[in-house]
T-cell receptor
Framework: KAGVTQTPRYLIKTRGQQVTLSCSPI?????VSWYQQTPGQGLQFLFE???????NKGNFPGRFSGRQFSNSRSEMNVSTLELGDSALYLC?????????????FGPGTRLTVT | AQSVTQLGSHVSVSEGALVLLRCNYS??????LFWYVQYPNQGLQLLLK??????LVKGINGFEAEFKKSETSFHLTKPSAHMSDAAEYFC??????????????FGQGTILTVHP
């Protein structure tokens, strides 16, 4: 099976712009979670989608949003970018049939805000 | 709410030596526990998982971890380190359902350095 894919891998944006990141889960996985990874804050949960519905959300401002499509692909959007949004954004997929809801991660999108 | 503490942000070992990375968790309900590894400029790779089926869990690349409820620990070990083990390791916890859907809570990570 192909793994989780994320596009683009690298992105440079200017403060105030918006950005959309894409994630394709492992075939058959219906849950997609997003995380932000920074040197200072580590790995922080953004939100999770299952069957096109957001089931859980982390403690991030409303500038961070996401959606999931009927084929389980997911996008996250960050509006009005700030310098502090520079990070590695990781998505992960999981299957409800797994015993521990373990998550499988993509390679990430490295976002740099200048 | 769940939390994870990884003791030691950096661990250095010689090639062939024992690897021990420490993880303590906090959870009010039975947890699922995981270890992930991250190589530079890559995503996280699942090493192993604890699901309550067995307290000693074996994973990939010769790693294993033991769940000790009394100590709320889930330490990662490998008998003999290899140069290719040099990476950052993350311990994570989750619980089933409720407000925890799809949420892994991670420790701060431990960077493992392996010396020849």
């Amino acid at each position: 099976k192909a793994g989780v894919t994320q596009t683009p891998r690298y992105l440079i944006k200017t403060r105030g712009q918006q950005v959309t990141l894409s994630c394709s889960p492992i075939s058959g996985h219906r849950s997609v979670s997003w995380y932000q990874q920074t040197p200072g804050q580590g790995l922080q949960f953004l939100f999770e989608y299952f069957s096109e519905t957001q089931r859980n959300k982390g403690n991030f401002p409303g500038r961070f949003s996401g959606r999931q499509f009927s084929n389980s692909r997911s996008e996250m959007n960050v509006s009005t970018l700030e310098l502090g949004d520079s990070a590695l954004y990781l998505c992960a997929s999981s299957s409800p049939s797994s015993s521990a809801y373990e998550q499988y991660f993509g390679p990430g999108t490295r976002l740099t805000v200048t | 709410a769940q939390s994870v503490t990884q003791l030691g942000s950096h661990v250095s070992v010689s090639e062939g030596a024992l690897v021990l990375l420490r993880c303590n968790y906090s959870s009010s309900v039975p947890p699922y526990l995981f270890w992930y590894v991250q190589y530079p400029n890559q995503g996280l790779q699942l090493l192993l998982k604890y699901t309550s089926a067995a307290t000693l869990v074996k994973g990939i690349n010769g790693f294993e971890a033991e769940f000790k409820k009394s100590e709320t620990s889930f330490h990662l070990t490998k008998p003999s380190a290899h140069m290719s083990d040099a990476a950052e390791y993350f311990c994570a916890v989750s619980v089933a359902g409720g407000t925890s859907y799809g949420k892994l809570t991670f420790g701060q990570g431990t960077i493992l350095t392996v010396h020849p």
